[in-house]
């Protein structure tokens, strides 16, 4: 093969926790019958809340082949890079076991909010039946040097707090705010969706949803932007290069001499999934790159609805940029390449496109 697939999740395999019946069906034409893929795959999710192990696990029982985790790509996956603050305090923001994520991923001091919370009772004052009966202070020594968050928390509020105090007192949450503390600790993002599907017929609030609050905040309070340091998840540049090496490790570790050439990011959602294919198509067309086309392919099974696109009524409220802040909407950049109805339909058009017969 001298292509590789990047499969979304929520919305292209999976609502919620319930399957789409054509992904068992496009995952038989992808393996042997041994079980081993016929072409390098990855699972490109926005989701963090879990090892990558756990969605391996997942994934094999969900399409009946074995997945493994080098397979599987969660929107931290890229902070194995970033080393330089391995070795610091970090605040962690999520769900799931989040310190076993972020040891994993080579934090060496990873913080909770809930953690946090314990330590400075006082912070925590909206849900008033979970405010302390007596006033406490306990002296708490481990300065927050960054800010790291993997996914929406489960109390929006005490992790917007904390968050906010964190940032607005330089790590030390008990501390007086500074406004003059700018720019503030270095803040780490994954997943940007504002939306994503699950069972309910209408999207759900994602990860983005839960940053907009974040930085309309601290802005109303500052006066100032909300800075990151990353942003990674689907649409960003970093995720899609992560990907490709992803890819290209798997075809050396299965000895296929053929180069690979084309990458096939099947996804759900135009802002996210075929926005970031189309951009990283656009930095693949760079003299230096080494695939050549990183092609969208748009499936009507999760985000994207074809009936809401082609109803007129939709008018310039079908327009708005669902995007993160931080990245310019660029209307060419959310036109697919292709859209199928589910992602059965995706692996038969790739095979056809290049020529592939198992």
């Not at 094999?60 to 391995?86: A, C, E, N, T, W």
């Not at 030390?172 to 309910?200: F, K, Q, R, S, T």
């Not at 994602?206 to 006066?223: A, W």
Request: hydrophobic share 40%; proline share 7%.
């Amino acid at each position: 093969p001298s292509f590789g697939f990047l499969f979304d999740i929520d919305g292209v395999l999976v609502r919620g926790k319930t399957p789409i019946p054509a992904a068992r069906t496009a995952f038989r034409k992808l393996v042997d019958s041994q079980g081993q893929f016929l072409v390098p795959v990855v699972f490109v999710t926005n989701a963090g809340n879990c090892l990558r192990q756990k969605k391996a696990d997942q994934l094999s029982h969900l399409l009946g082949v074995p997945i493994s985790q080098d397979q599987v790509m969660m929107s931290h996956s890229p902070l194995r890079m970033f080393k330089r603050y391995h070795e610091k305090c970090v605040l962690v923001s999520g769900q799931g076991p989040l310190l076993d994520i972020a040891q994993d991923l080579g934090f060496c001091q990873p913080i909770t909010i809930e953690t946090l919370r314990e330590r400075h009772p006082l912070l925590d004052a909206v849900d008033h039946d979970r405010r302390p009966n007596v006033l406490v202070s306990v002296y708490f020594c481990c300065k927050a040097l960054s800010v790291v968050l993997f996914g929406e928390p489960v109390r929006w509020e005490t992790s917007l707090q904390l968050i906010i105090d964190v940032l607005l007192t330089s790590g030390y949450p008990g501390n007086p705010y500074h406004h003059e503390n700018y720019p503030h600790i270095p803040v780490l993002a994954c997943n940007m969706d504002l939306m994503w599907v699950a069972e309910a017929q209408s999207p759900r609030f994602g990860h983005g949803t839960f940053m907009v609050c974040l930085e309309n905040i601290y802005k109303k309070i500052t006066g100032r932007d909300l800075k990151y340091e990353a942003l990674m998840g689907k649409p960003s540049r970093l995720t899609y290069q992560y990907a490709e090496q992803l890819i290209r490790g798997q075809a050396l570790h299965r000895q296929w001499q053929q180069p690979i050439h084309t990458l096939y990011a099947v996804g759900d959602n135009v802002m996210t999934d075929v926005y970031g294919a189309n951009l990283y198509n656009r930095f693949l067309e760079e003299p230096a790159a080494a695939a050549t086309h990183c092609r969208s392919v748009l499936v009507c099974t999760g985000v994207y609805d074809p009936r809401a696109a082609a109803d007129p009524r939709a008018g310039r409220a079908g327009t708005a940029f669902h995007g993160h802040r931080d990245f310019g909407f660029d209307p060419r950049l959310v036109q697919p390449d292709h859209v199928v109805p589910d992602v059965d339909a995706a692996v038969d058009l790739v095979f056809q496109l290049e020529n592939f017969a198992p």
